[in-house]
């Protein structure tokens, strides 16, 4: 006995609509989040009441939604960063080790010290700043010189890199710049703190506690920076036309080469940018464990706001919030749950854009 | 410096990411890379170590952990191979999806004790003077294990026809497809052996040789040695064994090497400066860049046996025009 | 006829094979047979129908109407296996080897044998004698990506005879091979044969097929022109006029004028394949001012490199010169900035970015240009007007300019392409198959688009494999055959009897 209809998978032929891809990406977030609340009846322990907690935990309160933003800062970054890569098709992973490299450059400025440390608290920043950029850019080009030039996979060098560039941060941190024999250095002097609202709290009270440091409208400015480049820009029409089809680039007289080098060392500043901004920010210091996994949930970030760095912002908070409600909650591992399953949805949901099921009659066979 | 200690923590050690980089190799033979094998391993580590808890039999605990590792290894295997969504990302979120579920669900085991897998020493062969003692005796039982899975998987790999088959699939599954073998199924195949091998490996961390479970350091970041160490060994079981060894020394010799004031005559750099062994821990990972370096002149690359359809979903071409 | 004229049934009989493919009615009541232990070649030029002939025979195509027999049983093929088990085995033009196994492995693959260990030098063993059989003489241990070309072809035919062919199908054998290989393999066709084998095998090389053919079959556009004819009588002039025919399709309006100054230069231009065999061997042309040049040539002699070496694609020697600058062997933005255009061969690979949208495609290459750029941004709603207009002047049928490019079909892709190419009065144009794959509307658009860039004085090089469409375009033409351009003359001159003999390599004159 057949059923009376049959499922078919067809491709689609027509345009898809434009409110598909994110309603994709949003329907990813809340299956990700039901399949969670089963595995959590599984385990024993009330969904409802856990993310309840979890909500409340990160949006219950301004000192909280504070925080959302401190974690979705270096996120900010770091994603857009990512944007720009993957549009050109060049699969880095590698914004972890890039913002260790950043936050170790930057660093050095106070740790050496690079200026007299009774200098201007700008001329110490900008100069934080600079040299973040520059330890995530070169780090960034390395991989970039071996895909432009041997064309070494991307995907490994980055990520073995990221290794080594804790390796590194360890060394020093460990070693000569230690404080004390611990895994950190000392406190920086005051004038390498990037301003946070915290320190309005004289004139403002409402203010007090509150985390939000300067670092988010670097992100800020990054991805609206980025987002103009890649709409309206002539790299950005590079950069989109060798990621659809580097032969046709070629063909057309593109420059491929320095595309691969300019777009690792960008993405690579920004990441270094998160990293002087998270130490100078918010630790205040360099240590071990500067980074929750920011560099891999950037991809993720990227990914589901589908490489356009505007949505980057919004997804950063929300990874935010997972991070932050995640520090509260148990299980501990919740927040890596959600984050795997939705990225795993939103890839295999992709397959919805290209092709759609039909469902159909089966047609009677006339006699 | 004992040589003799750091030569059997190596053994020991390595096992682990032998057991994972094997599995590896045959995935990525078939044509699919597996990212993830950081949260695979992490899951089989929780899921044996649950099981043996919950049962008190280390060995139903072995075989939760391989199937754990094998079947969420199946929906990386899905989403790359039918659905053809990109490897790196699936392999990713594979990550962090593993991890997130290993946390979730292996809440409250830290600090637990649980039936183990036993050490055991090897009958006959442990009784060989000096190589008996180092090799041969007072290991977990997973480490001869690994001993034999060694020289089969190169066996099986390089001198079998369900091996030759593997290897066609990985570098031209165009030829294969046209010989009547099934591209699909074989990758989905190796990719479930691939993640129960990682789950293997999970699971000789929290029930046999560094036993016990402390959440998400269970692993520390062997999963993704493993991977490198795939490449640098150039998918094949032996160098990866050798190298699975060597890193495994590598770790235990870091410790040592901070004690003397001098080896072999020469001045130790480990004991003024202990932190130098943070560029030792780099190695791994240098190591592997620089193989890829050296096999990416393309003539090389043939000699050097990466897959080459490795990461790129197979899509049989039209028949006609 | 049924039966050889010694009354037994021929090895591989095919009556009235029709087969149609959308748009194109390939195989047209076909007859074609096969007598036991004879050569037969099959000859035509590109889209004759010959590889869809032979890929029915091998059991990868099913006809639409007709019949085969094999020894004089019906026979009906699904798939390649059954094509096999009736002892038909077909040697593609790409091999199916697998380039890290060795030369065993790759003819065991897929087999039921062995089962589980693979005792390999008890195979090995097996392949050597089957090697010293037929004089095919090949390291079984060896692995693919060792082996020269000729001997991978040996591979590719052990593994048709392992399997247990008698009747052998060799898609244009000789296509990739180096002279002296070539006569490697006439011997070991010979001593196939020798052993009780058939033959059939796909060329275009007249004087090869007349070396080792017993008897010809030509196919012209998906008909019979000859079957199963004997060579011996025949001059190199009749064979070629079977193959390339006297048909005018339809008349163009070409005006006489006068061309220019040279404009273009090439000069002593050599360049090797991917597979680092020598593609183009010291090709040197001239093309003036209004004046376009064709080159004929089937497929696989050469002109991609050529073109791509011209572009800038593809690592050359030699000089090329637009209005005396150089741009030989320098990337691609160097001839774009000397106004060359380049119609590429493959529209959806290189021509075009599928996903983008048209207005995106369009600009392409003039995105760096005023009004397009302004500054270091691209003005977007210009790009738009520009596209809306090139868009209605050369009838490109889409929704509107913001419909990605591969939703287009294939002569408005190619109309797109053009469009953007031909727009800014480009001096050079390089067309390399510009009507190839489309409708009669769109090849005539297409041909009178050319025509008028010749009139405002462009200097074109065209290549073309339609023939008809190269003669009558072309104000010069030349052929290219193995890498080099043979006999370059007036297109008034050119008869399609000479031609085709210089497509063939019957005729080698150099002018």
């Known amino acids: 006995m057949k059923a009376p209809f049959k499922i078919s998978v067809e491709k689609r032929m027509e345009e898809i609509p434009k409110w598909m891809p994110a309603a994709i990406s949003l329907g990813a977030v809340l299956v990700a989040f039901i399949i969670s609340g089963i595995i959590l009846l599984f385990t024993g322990s009330n969904p409802i009441r856990i993310f309840r907690f979890f909500f409340n935990a990160a949006f219950g309160s301004w000192g909280a939604f504070s925080d959302i933003l401190v974690k979705a800062t270096p996120l900010i970054m770091i994603g857009t960063g990512y944007c720009l890569a993957f549009k050109m098709n060049i699969i880095s992973i590698g914004g972890e080790g890039q913002f260790y490299m950043g936050a170790f450059f930057a660093s050095l400025v106070v740790l050496v010290p690079l200026v007299p440390l009774d200098s201007p608290k700008i001329l110490v920043l900008s100069l934080m700043a600079l040299m973040g950029i520059i330890g995530g850019g070169l780090y960034g080009l390395i991989p970039g010189v071996l895909k432009a030039y041997f064309n070494v996979n991307e995907i490994i060098t980055t990520l073995m890199l990221n290794y080594v560039a804790v390796n590194w941060n360890n060394y020093w941190i460990f070693g000569k710049y230690s404080d004390a024999g611990f895994q950190m250095t000392p406190t920086f002097d005051k004038v390498a703190w990037l301003p946070r609202l915290a320190d309005l709290s004289k004139n403002i009270p409402f203010f007090s506690g509150i985390t939000l440091h300067l670092g988010v409208v670097f992100g800020l400015i990054a991805a609206v920076l980025i987002w103009v480049i890649l709409k309206s820009s002539r790299w950005g029409y590079e950069i989109t036309l060798i990621g659809d089809n580097p032969r046709a680039a070629e063909y057309a007289g593109v420059n491929i080469k320095r595309n691969i080098l300019l777009v690792m060392v960008i993405s690579g500043a920004l990441a270094g940018l998160a990293g002087m901004s998270e130490v100078t920010g918010v630790v205040h210091r360099l240590q071990e464990r500067i980074s929750t996994n920011y560099g891999f949930s950037g991809v993720i970030v990227a990914w589901l706001a589908k490489l356009n760095p505007l949505a980057v912002i919004p997804i950063s908070i929300l990874f935010g919030g997972l991070i932050v409600a995640g520090r509260e909650i148990q299980p501990s591992g919740l927040s890596f749950l959600i984050q795997g399953l939705t990225l795993f949805l939103v890839i295999s949901s992709d397959i919805l854009l290209r092709y759609k099921i039909r469902i159909t009659r089966r047609q009677e066979k006339a006699l | ?321 | 006829m049924t039966m050889t004229t010694e009354g037994r049934p021929f090895a591989v009989e095919m009556r009235d094979i029709v087969l149609r493919f959308p748009g194109v009615l390939a195989n047209d009541h076909i007859n074609f047979t096969l007598q036991k232990g004879e050569i037969h070649a099959l000859l035509g030029e590109n889209g004759a129908g010959k590889s869809t002939l032979m890929n029915i025979l091998s059991g990868l195509y099913r006809p639409d109407s007709g019949t085969i027999k094999v020894n004089g049983t019906p026979e009906t093929f699904n798939s390649p296996r059954d094509a096999i088990s009736c002892g038909i085995g077909m040697v593609h033009q790409h091999f199916m080897l697998v380039p890290t196994l060795t030369v065993t492995e790759n003819i065991l693959l897929g087999l039921k044998t062995p089962r589980f260990f693979m005792r390999l030098s008890k195979y090995d063993k097996k392949i050597q004698a089957l090697q010293e059989e037929f004089g095919l003489k090949v390291n079984p241990s060896a692995k693919i990506w060792q082996l020269s070309v000729g001997e991978q072809q040996r591979v590719e035919i052990l593994k048709t005879l392992y399997r247990g062919a008698d009747v052998l199908i060799l898609d244009e054998p000789t296509a990739v091979l180096a002279p002296q290989e070539i006569d490697e393999l006439i011997g070991t066709m010979r001593a196939l044969v020798k052993q009780g084998k058939s033959i059939i095998f796909i060329s275009h090389k007249l004087n090869e097929v007349k070396a080792v053919a017993d008897r010809l079959t030509i196919l012209r556009k998906g008909k019979t022109t000859a079957e199963g004819i004997n060579p011996e009588g025949l001059s190199r002039g009749d064979l070629a006029e079977l193959m390339v025919g006297r048909e005018v399709l339809f008349h163009i309006n070409k005006e006489i004028q006068s061309p220019g100054d040279v404009v273009f230069e090439v000069e002593n231009l050599s360049t090797d394949n991917d597979q680092g065999m020598r593609a183009v061997n010291n090709v040197s042309l001239s093309i003036r001012e209004g004046e376009i040049f064709g080159i004929a040539g089937i497929a696989g002699n050469g002109q991609s490199e050529l073109v791509e070496a011209i572009t800038g694609l593809r690592p050359c020697t030699g000089s090329i010169r637009i209005h005396d600058t150089e741009v030989g062997n320098c990337p691609p933005y160097k001839s774009i900035h000397c106004g060359m255009a380049h119609i590429p061969e493959d529209r959806m690979g290189v021509g075009t970015a599928p996903n983008l949208s048209i207005t995106n495609n369009v600009i392409m290459k003039k995105y760096v240009h005023p009004p397009i750029s302004k500054g270091w941004r691209i003005n977007y709603t210009e790009a738009q007007k520009h596209a809306v207009i090139l868009k209605d002047g050369y009838d490109i049928q889409a929704p509107n300019v913001e419909t990605p490019a591969q939703k287009l079909s294939g002569g408005n892709l190619q109309k797109l392409i053009l469009a953007r190419e031909i727009s800014g009065q480009p001096g050079v144009i390089i067309a390399m198959q510009p009507t190839r794959g489309l409708d009669v509307g769109a090849i005539e658009s297409i041909q009178n688009l050319l025509l008028e860039q010749r009139k405002n004085g462009a200097a074109i090089l065209l290549l073309s494999e339609e023939l008809d469409e190269l003669l009558e375009l072309s104000d010069r033409v030349a052929v290219i055959f193995e890498g080099e351009l043979v006999g370059q003359m007036n297109a008034s001159e050119a008869s399609l009897n000479t031609i085709g003999m210089m497509m063939t390599g019957s005729l080698r004159s150099e002018e």
């Open chain 2, 1 to 321: 410096m004992n040589i003799e200690a750091i030569i059997r923590a190596g053994l020991s050690t390595g096992t682990i990411l032998i057991f994972a980089a094997i599995g590896e190799i045959l995935a990525e033979r078939s044509g699919v890379m597996n990212l993830g094998l950081e949260g695979v391993m992490l899951v089989g580590a929780m899921a044996a170590f649950k099981t043996s808890h919950v049962t008190q039999n280390a060995w139903l605990g072995l075989i939760a952990g391989i199937l754990a590792g094998g079947i969420l290894s199946l929906a990386h295997g899905l989403v790359s191979i039918h659905l053809q969504a990109d490897q790196t990302v699936s392999g990713l979120s594979l990550t962090f999806l593993g991890t997130g579920l290993a946390l979730v669900l292996g809440e409250g085991l830290t600090g637990l004790n649980v039936p183990t897998l036993p050490n055991v020493d090897i009958p006959l062969l442990s009784s060989i003077p000096g190589i008996g003692r180092i090799f041969f005796s007072d290991f977990n039982i997973l480490v001869y294990v690994g001993y034999i899975l060694i020289p089969l998987s190169w066996y099986f790999i390089f001198k079998t026809r369900p091996g030759m088959h593997l290897r066609a699939v990985g570098e031209k599954p165009s030829a294969a497809d046209s010989l009547g073998i099934n591209v699909y199924g074989t990758r989905y195949l190796y990719t479930f052996i691939g993640g129960c091998l990682a789950g293997l490996a999970g699971a000789s961390i929290s029930i046999a040789i560094s036993s016990g479970w402390y959440s998400n350091l269970t692993t520390s970041g062997q999963g993704w040695i493993a991977i490198a160490l795939v490449i640098f060994a150039r998918w094949n079981p032996i160098p990866a064994a050798m190298g699975g060894y060597l890193f495994g020394m590598l770790r235990r010799f870091t410790l040592d090497l901070q004690g003397p004031m001098s080896i072999l005559g020469f001045r130790n750099p480990f004991f003024y400066d202990h932190n130098l062994v943070f560029f030792l821990q780099m190695v791994p990972f240098l190591l592997t860049i620089i193989a890829l370096l050296w096999g990416s002149g393309a003539a090389r690359r043939k000699r050097l046996g990466a897959p080459t359809a490795l990461g790129v979903p197979y899509v049989r071409g039209e028949r006609g025009m």
